[in-house]
């Protein structure tokens, strides 16, 4: 079991900037993927974007190229999600997740744990 911890979340105005933490209990592989998805009301969750831990290859939709980055620190088995020219529309819940596997995926049902999750608000 690996319980993931999220931080960073509030209330930003339109075109702010905020950085989102996941934190895992503990690290069972070393091949694995983490990920952020968000949810908002009346929406289906969707990937926001994933790396892998071995090597550290990305992967962001489309609509958050550019704007959002995300980062690993190996030594604290953290990601980070940095989300810079927020918008209404990103207004969600941001979660963080896991997947044992070596590959990255966008399908909710592929990854193993996730977090609780964290309420991202932008104002116009």
């Known amino acids: 079991q690996v319980q993931l911890v999220e931080s960073g979340g509030g209330l930003v105005q339109a075109g702010g900037s905020l950085r989102l933490s996941c934190a895992a209990s503990r690290r069972t592989s070393s091949r694995y993927v983490m990920a952020w998805f968000r949810q908002a009301p009346g929406k289906e969750r969707e990937n926001v974007a994933a790396i892998r831990w071995i090597g550290g290859s990305t992967y962001y939709a489309d609509s958050m190229k550019g704007r959002f980055s995300i980062t690993r620190d190996n030594a604290k088995n953290t990601v980070y999600l940095q989300m810079n020219s927020l918008n209404p529309e990103d207004t969600a819940a941001y979660y963080c997740?896991?997947?044992?596997?070596?590959?990255?995926?966008?399908?909710?049902?592929?990854?193993?744990?996730w977090g609780q999750g964290t309420q991202v608000s932008v104002s116009s």
């Open positions: 997740a896991v997947d044992y596997s070596a590959v990255i995926t966008t399908a909710v049902n592929e990854y193993d744990f």
